[in-house]
C-alpha cells in the first residue's frame, strides 16, 4: 500500500481504492440515523484527503450482528465482482464484535481482494503469505 503523488492511496495489484462506506452504530433507529450521519461526514473527508473514491454506501441502521454480517458478506461479494476493491469504516470496532471477529472480517476481505480501510486505524491488512 502506497500513497500517489497526488496524496491518493493505492494498492499496486489494485490501483487506486474504491471503497464502500459501511456505517454502523448501536441504539435506536433516529439516534443511530445521526450517528452514522456523522460516520459519513467523517469518512468522506478522510476520503478525499486520501483520494478514495467511494463507490456505495451500506447503513447497518442499528440491526443486530446477523445483518451486520450478512452485510459484510454482500461487501465481500462487490469486491469478488469488482464493484469495488476496499471497504472504509471510522473504526474495525464498527465491523466487528471483538478481536476474533475482526480478524475474520479482515481476512475476509482481503481473500477476496479487498482492503479493509480504517479513519481510526489505517489500512487493516494480515500479512499471510499465500502458499
Known amino acids: 500500500m502506497s500513497k ?5 492511496v493505492i494498492n499496486a495489484k ?12 448501536d441504539g435506536s433507529i433516529y439516534e443511530a440515523d445521526k450517528k452514522e450521519n456523522k460516520q459519513l461526514k467523517f469518512i468522506q473527508q478522510y476520503a478525499k484527503a486520501h483520494g478514495i473514491m467511494i463507490v456505495n454506501i451500506i447503513r ?14 454482500n461487501v465481500v461479494e462487490s469486491i469478488k465482482k469488482g464493484d469495488a476493491n476496499a471497504i472504509i469504516v471510522t ?12 480478524y475474520t472480517k479482515v481476512g475476509m476481505i482481503n ?21
Open 4 to 8: 500517489h503523488r497526488n496524496g491518493s
Open 14 to 25: 489494485k490501483g487506486k481504492l474504491r471503497a464502500i462506506a459501511y456505517l454502523s452504530e
Open 60 to 73: 447497518r441502521n442499528a440491526m443486530g450482528p446477523m445483518i451486520m454480517n450478512k452485510q459484510i458478506q
Open 91 to 102: 473504526e474495525i470496532a464498527k465491523i466487528s464484535r471483538n478481536s476474533v471477529d475482526a
Open 111 to 131: 481473500e477476496a481482494g479487498g482492503t479493509v480501510v480504517s479513519v481510526m486505524e489505517g489500512i487493516l491488512e494480515l500479512p499471510i503469505r499465500k502458499r
